[in-house]
């Protein structure tokens, strides 16, 4: 990046402006110019024609402004000159903080803001935490710093792309030029040439940066905890593994004094000021909002506890993005480079369409399409937690047909979780566990010495001084021995002071400080390669398991029936601290190439790991999410319109299906009966928004029953190393055995709705659950008949014509005959409601019901096909029809009759409900928690 400011002036008068650039500035032909002032578009102009600005000084007129600018910004738009390529190149964009001296007649007035808004929330800075088990780190986006961009190429990623496809560049030529020109007729190597000169993360260009990395053990003491790399206290003040009290945040941190919610409320309010410290915040500026990434297995009820107890802690705190999906945000980070168009070109390069094929695979199919994607398998594997995501990336051209065949693109960036998952107790620290057991025996450590649960005193501080001498060498221990691909022998000798690495050659040697009674100073022991690799096996062989369940159940519920032969995964992403170690990420690797050609999978994966930033992508990713998603423009607007049709392009992020499809199969066990083997939801099912920001689905009903649990499988059910204990995620108790048979005797059943947070509630219902119909009914339109018939059997109403949506389409004709309401259908005492996604609804009477003009013997007569119901406003989200065949249109789910108690029902009218959201089922279990004090 250039250090010194580019040549450039803004000068104005009043009702007039000019921008001076110097040659070179800007390397192509410039088509727009944008002044701006914060995030506020003060000037915009384009240039007709464009004009050259790498060869020539130019003095461009920009459109007047009237406002005092405060932090002044030009963004030049600009395409490089491509002769030889009949495409047009990308349109690139190139942004200048403007300083004082640079400013012609302008006085800079920072402090004075009258007559301006108030700076939106976007202009300040916004950070992603991501707190793990052994680390914590805060990327955050950093708006008041824009940095300067000429357009070229990076020079490592260059030279990794002329390596890559072999290429012999004209170094005096235009570089990205001669890499479409050199690989026109090889467009596998051209991909792969832009994937490796887009693949260094652009963070100065996307305004984001990582704050150092820091040590989740905390130091607690007289009621206060701070991080033990920012605090001066005792070993014994130290706490590991602390995240575990996400999972039950009312109870007491052990040997603290604190519940978890005030641990954690201190832990994220001193993360804050750390970092307002480290980025060089005023006494008057602050981090605005606030986004904390999860486990992929935390429970929502339990995220919704964490938000709930640090939400005071900057005006906007969110969980919206989990550690996996957080991870995918980098790799998509690096991928789309230091300009965002640039890279959706080369990303689309090596995409696949939506049929499956690439565009060597299959040219014509992958030409016409408008979207393209790539399926991406994230593993992170972290101190505590190994959490799997299937992401399927897709680039959606979303250019609006206002537009129609412009120059300019509308890109949007569609990341989906297709399935996740992952462990709460499979991580680095149960491998360093493993060896830590190891150790005890081979250096015939008592077996008391390192446990202190329940202790106190002098004696609980001398074990703790134990344990975390031991602990510290099973670390070292892995650290020496796993470093590489192959695993080394290490030798461990008890002595003084600090672990060593010492030994000759290929051997590794740690000392171990440990109390007399625990081992004689000058015990030595070797752990073996061998010993090593069998400590590993179980742990690689469940991480590699999860994984392949998580991609094979991702594709299959994912592809169309004619493309799933068609999709594979193409890239996995390792993430996380503990992939360091060469030997897991081999091993781990070589167990999933086998279990994909075991189930039918293409192995052939490219894996990604960047060590860099194993520890610090997961924020950096979560906060690339965020980012470009916040100042991302709509492509339906006619000012964006008229820059489209100007050659512009545009490419935004839409993250809303990070948590649309279900993810994972959920399964029933009622009373003391075995799981269903059939999944009450199951994975790919899609969700329905309600009006509120929530998105639901409802199953089928079941039989009331005293205990109820729901699991949730990651992988296919019945897996061996899944036990009931790992797949639980919600259940019930409320209802006795006594009360259960009442109810069933009653006409009760039970049923269940799961959000996008995957959060599940418990209906028990009268009957068929009805609704709380309010609200005035729409008109009927003059001659339709009523839209409920009672003539049935008993009287059962039912309705008499069928309703559809958008059946028509302008020059296209019919388009959608399955109806929303068919005729026939039962109308339940609680009424039908629909979800409705189209603006015209259209009727249409059954075929018997229908009698033809002057007569069932009228010749010519024509059965009338769809005619036009209403139009629908745009608010109208929901339709329903009650008994009386009133039809009313709602703006949000309606809601249910219900009743304070279960037991209510046994008297309520039918279609009552008495709904329970389910606590979640996850359980701390202390022998899989390596710092319990109990091993």
């Not at 040997?255 to 001193?270: A, C, N, P, W």
């Not at 014509?364 to 799997?388: M, S």
């Not at 799981?675 to 099912?685: A, D, I, N, Q």
């Not at 096909?865 to 339709?879: H, K, T």
Request: net charge negative; with cysteine; glycine share 8%.
């Amino acid at each position: 990046m250039p250090t010194e400011p580019p040549a450039l002036e803004l000068a104005h008068a009043p009702g007039e402006g000019w921008l001076r650039l110097s040659a070179g500035t800007v390397p192509g032909r410039i088509e727009r110019v944008d002044l701006l002032d914060g995030a506020r578009a003060v000037a915009t102009t384009g240039i007709r024609p464009p004009q050259d600005g790498s060869a020539h000084d130019l003095d461009l007129a920009l459109t007047p402004w009237d406002a005092v600018l405060a932090r002044p910004t030009v963004v030049v738009y600009y395409r490089r000159d491509q002769p030889s390529v009949s495409a047009p190149s990308p349109l690139t964009r190139a942004a200048f903080r403007l300083l004082p001296h640079q400013i012609k007649d302008l006085t800079m007035t920072p402090e004075d803001r009258s007559g301006q808004p108030d700076l939106d929330e976007r202009d300040l800075v916004s950070a992603t935490f991501d707190f793990g088990t052994s680390r914590a780190v805060c990327a955050i986006t950093n708006n008041r710093a824009i940095y300067m961009d000429r357009g070229t190429l990076p020079a490592d990623g260059l030279a990794r792309a002329v390596a890559v496809a072999h290429l012999s560049l004209d170094p005096d030529a235009d570089q990205g030029l001669e890499i479409d020109r050199r690989t026109a007729r090889r467009p596998q190597e051209g991909a792969a040439a832009w994937r490796e000169v887009l693949g260094t993360p652009p963070l100065e260009v996307n305004h984001l940066q990582s704050t150092r990395v820091r040590s989740s053990d905390l130091i607690v003491a007289d009621g206060r905890a701070e991080f033990a790399d920012e605090s001066v206290g005792t070993q014994q003040a130290r706490r590991r593994g602390v995240k575990r009290y996400l999972v039950q945040l009312k109870e007491e941190v052990a040997d603290t004094g604190m519940s978890g919610e005030k641990l954690f409320h201190q832990v994220y309010q001193r993360f804050i000021d750390l970092v307002a410290k480290e980025v060089g915040l005023g006494k008057d500026e602050r981090i605005s909002r606030v986004n904390i990434t999860y486990p992929t297995k935390l429970p929502p009820d339990r995220r919704q506890e964490l938000l709930a107890v640090v939400r005071d802690l900057a005006p906007r705190v969110e969980m919206t993005i989990d550690e996996s999906a957080a991870a995918a945000g980098f790799f998509l980070l690096r991928r789309f480079g230091a300009d965002s168009l640039l890279g959706v070109e080369a990303f689309k390069l090596h995409a696949r369409c939506p049929e499956g094929p690439r565009a060597w695979e299959a040219p014509e199919l992958w030409a016409k399409a408008r979207q393209w994607h790539e399926n991406l398998l994230v593993i992170d594997v972290g101190g505590g937690t190994t959490d799997c995501a299937l992401v399927k990336a897709a680039i959606v051209d979303a250019t609006p047909a206002e537009a129609g065949d412009s120059r300019g693109r509308f890109y949007r960036l569609q990341p989906e979780v297709l399935a996740s998952g992952g462990r709460m107790h499979l991580g680095g620290d149960l491998l360093t566990l493993h060896i830590f057991q190891a150790l005890k025996r081979k250096l015939n450590v008592p077996d008391e010495i390192t446990k202190f649960e329940g202790l106190q005193g002098q004696e609980a501080e001398q074990r703790r001084a134990a344990f975390d001498a031991l602990w510290r060498a099973a670390e070292e221990v892995k650290h020496q021995g796993l470093k590489k691909e192959n695993a080394r022998d290490v030798t461990v000798r008890v002595a003084g002071g600090q672990g060593q690495d010492a030994g000759p050659g290929g051997a590794r040697r740690i000392e171990v400080g440990l109390p007399a009674q625990a081992a004689a100073e000058g015990t030595e022991t070797v752990v073996t390669a061998a010993e090593l690799t069998a400590l590993m096996d179980n742990a690689v062989d469940q991480i590699a398991a999860l994984a392949a369940g998580i991609a094979h159940g991702g594709l299959h519920t994912s592809a169309p029936a004619a493309a799933e032969s068609a999709q594979s995964v193409d890239h996995v992403l390792f993430s996380g601290g503990s992939l360091l170690s060469g030997y897991l990420r081999r091993r781990i690797e070589e167990s999933l190439r086998a279990r994909f050609e075991e189930e039918g999978l293409d192995a052939t994966f490219e894996v990604v790991f960047d060590p860099a930033y194993c520890k610090t992508g997961t924020a950096l990713g979560g906060m690339y999410l965020n980012a470009v998603a916040d100042f991302a423009v709509a492509p339906e607007d006619p000012l964006v319109c008229d820059q489209l049709v100007a050659g512009r392009s545009y490419f935004d992020v839409d993250s809303s299906n990070l948590r649309v499809n279900l993810a994972a199969d959920f399964h029933i066990r009622q009373d003391t009966a075995s799981v269903r083997r059939e999944p009450v939801f199951r994975r790919g099912l899609h969700l329905y928004p309600d009006g509120s920001g929530n998105a639901y689905a409802e199953s089928a009903a079941f039989p009331v029953s005293s205990k109820i649990e729901i699991h949730r499988y990651d992988v296919s059910f019945g897996q061996a190393h899944q036990s009931d204990g790992d797949t639980q995620w919600a259940a019930s108790t409320r209802v006795s055995r006594e009360e259960a048979r009442r109810l069933r005797e009653a006409g009760v059943q039970v049923r269940f709705e799961i959000d996008q947070e995957e959060r599940v509630t418990m209906l028990l219902c009268k009957g068929v659950p009805g609704w709380r119909l309010e609200g005035r009914p729409q008109p009927l339109p003059a001659g339709l008949p009523a839209l409920v018939d009672r003539t049935g059997p008993q009287d059962a109403p039912a309705l008499a014509v069928s309703l559809y949506v958008d059946v028509y389409q302008p020059g296209i004709g019919v388009q959608r005959q399955k109806p929303l309401l068919a005729a026939g259908l039962p109308v339940p005492p609680g009424g039908l409601v629909r979800r409705v996604s189209g603006r015209t609804l259209y009727w249409r009477r059954p075929d018997e019901a229908w009698t033809p003009p002057g007569g069932a013997g009228a010749e010519n007569a024509r059965r009338p096909d769809f005619e036009v119901f209403m139009e629908l406003p745009a608010d109208a989200l929901w339709l329903s029809v009650d008994q009386g065949g009133a039809l009313r249109l709602h703006d949000q789910r309606p809601e249910r009759p219900g009743v304070p108690d279960h037991m209510d029902l046994l008297t309520a009218p039918p279609g009552s409900v008495f709904q329970q959201v389910l606590s979640s089922g996850t359980r701390y279990e202390k022998t899989k928690d390596p710092f319990s004090g109990v091993h």
